[in-house]
């Protein structure tokens, strides 16, 4: 079977040994950052230490490989082609998307949507079709990429492709007017892909965050609504300093004792500086959060060289991690992620 997998450009320089290591031969790169290939099974298997480089992922069960471009009628014989394969399955959305997502080059996003709609119009209604937020992660959306190189269309559920989304990334303003920084866009983006394996939490949920300052996924945290606990040895900035939902500490987050009966739903650490001493941290404060509380632990990466030394850390996080006891949830690059993974447990 065809499989499409991407890879963040951000590991480019490293993209032909990661495919050596998931054991793929004589892959195709279509944009920057997708790689079409034949595997008998599904790649990566979740064991697989080099999964973690590895965002979205998709059965190809439909391909055209063409110049969408220069093919005459493109948008109406790629939605026939979907609709008689398609449609007895009762996909519960379609989503479309083009495979090179932020290009300055509008083009195949529009194709994107004008197949989309035209798509919509062939198909009998679907019961995730307006909004993509509303896709049950676990039933089957067809979800189709296209760029020069083609259009490649899957059956399969957004959990086991990993996204909502075509390609896995949601488009998230960064300059929303409650942002204070870039940082905002990565718990919401984290926040947004944790729902294919953990239910939303409450809208004023009480969150722990360690490594908080100047106040990037504070802002956003609050702008939902939620109650915030905030340690950074850093100010906050001063736009959300004296929000009524925000307790700052102004400390070391490595000594940090929460106040008296404090319980929270929620722990997000961004510290940054060594790994294992911002797991520390999160280990000693584990009995202030509930039962069942979620944990978002962001994994710099910044300061090692090799994919050995990445993937080392990771497991020894993971194994530092869920020795202490916590379910590990989920783990992925966020299309918002530089050289830091993002991780989830649950206490
Ligand atoms: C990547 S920045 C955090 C960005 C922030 N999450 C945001 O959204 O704007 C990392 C922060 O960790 C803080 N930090 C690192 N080690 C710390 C420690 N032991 N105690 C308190 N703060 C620490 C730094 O002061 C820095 O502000």
Request: aromatic fraction near 8%; charged fraction near 20%.
């Amino acid at each position: 079977m065809q499989q499409l997998i991407r890879i963040s450009e951000v590991f480019a320089p490293h993209h032909p040994e990661i495919l050596k290591r998931l054991g793929i031969d004589g892959a195709k790169k279509l944009g920057a950052e997708y790689f079409l290939f034949q595997h008998d099974t599904s790649v990566p298997a979740a064991d697989e230490p080099y999964a973690i480089f590895v965002g979205w992922r998709m059965p190809v069960h439909h391909a055209w490989p063409c110049n969408p471009e220069k093919t005459v009628d493109f948008v109406e014989k790629s939605c026939l082609a979907l609709e008689r394969k398609f449609s007895a399955a009762s996909p519960q959305s379609i989503l479309v998307g083009p495979l090179i997502a932020g290009s300055p080059n509008p083009h195949y996003r529009k194709l994107a949507a004008q197949l989309r709609a035209r798509a919509l119009q062939l198909f009998a209604p679907l019961p995730a079709s307006r909004d993509p937020e509303s896709q049950d992660p676990a039933r089957p959306t067809l979800f189709a990429l296209l760029g020069r190189e083609g259009l490649f269309c899957g059956l399969a559920s957004p959990r086991e492709c990993r996204g909502f989304h075509p390609g896995g990334s949601k488009f998230i303003s960064r300059s929303a007017a409650h942002s204070i920084s870039r940082a905002g866009a990565k718990i919401a983006e984290a926040l947004h892909f944790i729902r294919l394996d953990h239910p939303p939490l409450p809208e004023q949920a009480r969150w722990l965050e360690l490594g908080a300052s100047p106040g990037g996924m504070t802002a956003e945290l609050l702008h939902r609504g939620c109650h915030v606990t905030a340690v950074d040895r850093a100010p906050m900035d001063p736009r959300i300093a004296d929000h009524e939902r925000l307790e700052f500490f102004p400390e070391n987050a490595a000594t940090f004792v929460p106040p008296r009966d404090a319980s929270y739903d929620a722990l997000l650490c961004d510290l940054n500086g060594d790994a294992h001493d911002s797991l520390a941290a999160v280990l000693q404060l584990l009995r202030c959060l509930r039962d069942g509380a979620l944990i978002v632990f962001t994994l710099k990466t910044h300061k090692l060289g090799t994919l050995d030394e990445i993937v080392g850390l990771h497991q020894s996080i993971s194994h530092r991690a869920t020795t202490a006891g916590l379910k590990p949830v989920a783990q992925t690059h966020l299309t918002y992620n530089r050289n830091e993974f993002t991780l989830f447990w649950k206490k």
